[in-house]
Structures are given as structure tokens and as C-alpha cells.
């Protein structure tokens, strides 16, 4: 059974850093990628960003030189650098592991999700 436990997630003033983690335990070696997903109160959920296990990654255009993905292959964790927050990150954060590609999908593995607070 796979299982992602996501954690780091607080409240920070704008402007502020938060370094969120997620570990995966029973992680299926078939998939590559590992990705970020959130959802701000009230709305839907948007893609962060995704890293595959050669370290390649992509950004949404929101948080394209805010935030830094990074993982560690042998723990099986993904890490999110946040940077410069702004009261826009407020959100719920998820990780998953997504079938094809570095967006998951309902079907694919998720975790609970961490709350990120950007508020003063």
C-alpha cells in the first residue's frame, strides 16, 4: 500500500519561506514522477510542480522562480522550497505520485495534504 505523508506546512508572514516535505512509503517503483498540488480555500486544485527521479522538473508559471522542487530518490521524499510567499500561496498542499507525466490525476497516490498560511 502506498502512502505519502506530507509535513512543514504553517503559517508565514509575506515574504516568508516554508520548506514542505512529504515521504512515501511502499512507493511503486514503476512511477517516476513525484508532484505538488494545492488548493486554495474556496477554489479548485492547481499544479504546483513535479519532479521525475532524474531530477528534471517543471513549475507552474505562479510559483516559476518562487519555489524549488527537489527529492531524494533513496528516502523516497520530495521536498517544495518555498520562497517569497504571498498571501495567493494560501493553500492546502498535496503530494502525489501521478501515473503519467508530473500531473496527477483523482485516481493516482495522494497524501492528506499540509496547510500553508501566508498571512500577516
Known amino acids: 500500500e502506498v502512502q505519502l505523508v506530507e509535513s512543514g506546512g504553517g503559517l508565514v508572514q509575506p515574504g516568508g519561506s516554508l520548506r514542505l516535505s512529504c515521504t512515501a512509503s511502499?512507493?511503486?517503483?514503476?512511477?517516476?514522477?513525484m508532484s505538488w498540488v494545492r488548493r486554495p480555500p474556496g477554489k479548485g486544485f492547481e499544479w504546483v510542480s513535479g519532479?521525475?527521479?532524474?531530477?528534471?522538473?517543471a513549475y507552474a508559471d505562479s510559483v516559476k522562480g518562487r519555489f524549488t522542487i527537489s527529492r531524494d530518490n533513496a528516502k523516497n521524499a520530495v521536498y517544495l522550497q518555498m520562497n517569497n510567499l504571498t498571501p495567493e500561496d494560501t493553500a492546502l498542499y498535496y503530494c502525489?505520485?501521478?501515473?503519467?507525466?508530473?500531473?496527477?490525476?483523482?485516481?493516482?497516490?495522494w497524501g492528506q495534504g499540509t496547510q500553508v498560511t501566508v498571512s500577516s
Open positions: 502525489a505520485i501521478p501515473k503519467y507525466g508530473l500531473r496527477p490525476g483523482i485516481d493516482d497516490y
Open positions: 519532479v521525475y527521479n532524474d531530477g528534471s522538473a
Open positions: 511502499g512507493f511503486p517503483n514503476s512511477r517516476p514522477a
